[in-house]
């Protein structure tokens, strides 16, 4: 992608409301509104690599112009900055998506880091709970994994991505190394699912 045209995704980005999207699409995003540009800069290179790898196996291509992307909590000053980090205002949020999720059912719920990461464990009600320093990137990796190899279309699958990536999008030393980018191999492997389950997914262009 042309940097011209990312430029055009951020500032669009910037200006992103609570929402945006369709809910009855299958694929969702949940972000933290601190971070106002990572589903652009994590989320555009992963959905190419799903894209190129879709159309090499199947010669189709998704139709990701409705995907439903979401601020996890309504303004960027509830994020928890804390061990103590669940205050009641985040507590209304968790009930407010819960509701929301339960009743669209997606097959895919992307997160973005740590935050938006416990945010969703809680709206489903995962245990135990925990605090931001318990989810760094080689966890986050590790659920990450376990949610691919779990994958069921009959469910919310909940996959973890990280919220930054460095050297270049390379694998960082406590993640993987597998001679390949973290955004080649994340999208690989979402592919994979979306192909193996592609009569479970309404998202393709006609």
């Known amino acids: 992608m042309s940097s011209l045209v990312l430029n055009k995704y951020i500032a669009k980005d910037k200006k992103m409301k609570r929402e945006s999207g369709e809910k009855t699409y299958p694929i969702w995003l949940l972000v933290n509104p601190k971070h106002p540009t990572v589903h652009h800069n ?52 968790i009930e407010l998506f819960k509701n ?4 669209y059912k997606p097959k895919i719920l992307i997160t973005f880091g740590a935050f938006p990461y416990e945010f969703m464990r809680r709206v489903f009600e995962i245990k135990p709970e925990k605090g931001p320093k318990s989810w760094g990137n080689s966890t986050l990796g590790n659920e990450f994994e376990s949610a691919i190899e779990n994958f069921d279309i009959n469910t919310t699958n909940k996959i973890p991505l990280l919220r930054r990536v460095v050297e270049s999008g390379k694998f960082i030393k406590d993640f993987n190394n597998f001679g390949e980018s973290y955004f080649q191999y994340v999208g690989a ?18």
């Open 42 to 93: 994590i989320w555009t290179p992963i959905l190419a690599e799903i894209q190129d790898k879709v159309y090499r196996e199947r010669h189709m291509r998704i139709d990701a112009s409705n995907i439903y992307i979401r601020n996890a909590v309504e303004d960027c000053s509830l994020v928890p900055k804390t061990l103590n980090w669940w205050g009641p205002e985040v507590a209304t949020e």
């Open 189 to 206: 492997k979402i592919a994979d699912k979306i192909i193996l389950n592609k009569d479970g997914f309404k998202i393709w262009i006609e």
């Open 100 to 103: 929301i999720v339960f009743e």
